[in-house]
């Protein structure tokens, strides 16, 4: 069990620093703090990388200064709901539909689901940057997931002896 806690630090860690590469956007809190959440959730479990998804998610909005304020929580649930379901069709050999589910929506409906908070015009301006990073997000994962794999799993299977 210790193992997973130690695994569970090391991928927060890698999302915090993530989170110090900013991609330019109207709130400054987007950045690479999803690509350890996702490869979490691929590699260790769903809900492992909702958990990495919500905590780097609020790592790297409190270095931006939180400029949405308590909506930072809701912001992060959403990515880690994301997470989750990427992490679960990616365990299921549904490694496209994964990677298109989230890229759809934390990149797009994410953002849209916050058009009465924020507005048309926020809302708007914030798609872009946002999709992009997803969209670079998805693909480091894309890359590093079996690279990483067969070295995590050898690890995992002497955690569970």
Same mark, same amino acid.
């Given at each position: 069990m210790n193992r997973k806690y130690a695994f569970f630090i090391v991928f927060l860690s890698l999302s915090a620093a993530g989170s110090f590469l900013k991609i330019p956007s109207p709130i400054g809190s987007v950045a690479f703090d999803s690509m350890p959440a996702l490869a979490g959730a691929a590699l260790i479990s769903p809900v492992f990388g909702l958990g990495v998804a919500i905590l780097g998610h609020l790592l790297s909005a409190g270095l931006a200064g939180f400029p949405? +304020?308590? $909506?930072?929580?809701?912001?992060?649930?959403?990515? +880690?709901? $994301?997470?989750?379901l990427f992490g679960a069709l990616y365990r299921k050999n549904r490694k496209k539909t994964?990677?298109?589910?989230f890229i759809a929506g934390n990149g797009l409906a994410a953002p849209l689901s916050f058009w009465p908070f924020l507005g048309k015009a926020v809302v708007m301006a914030l798609i872009p940057s946002l999709l992009a990073a997803t969209v670079m997000n998805v693909i480091v994962a894309w890359l590093l997931i079996p690279r990483i794999e067969p070295a995590l799993r050898n690890s995992l299977l002497r955690m569970e002896r």
């Open positions: 949405l +304020g308590p $909506l930072h929580v809701l912001v992060g649930v959403l990515m +880690g709901g $994301l997470v989750f994964a990677n298109i589910a």
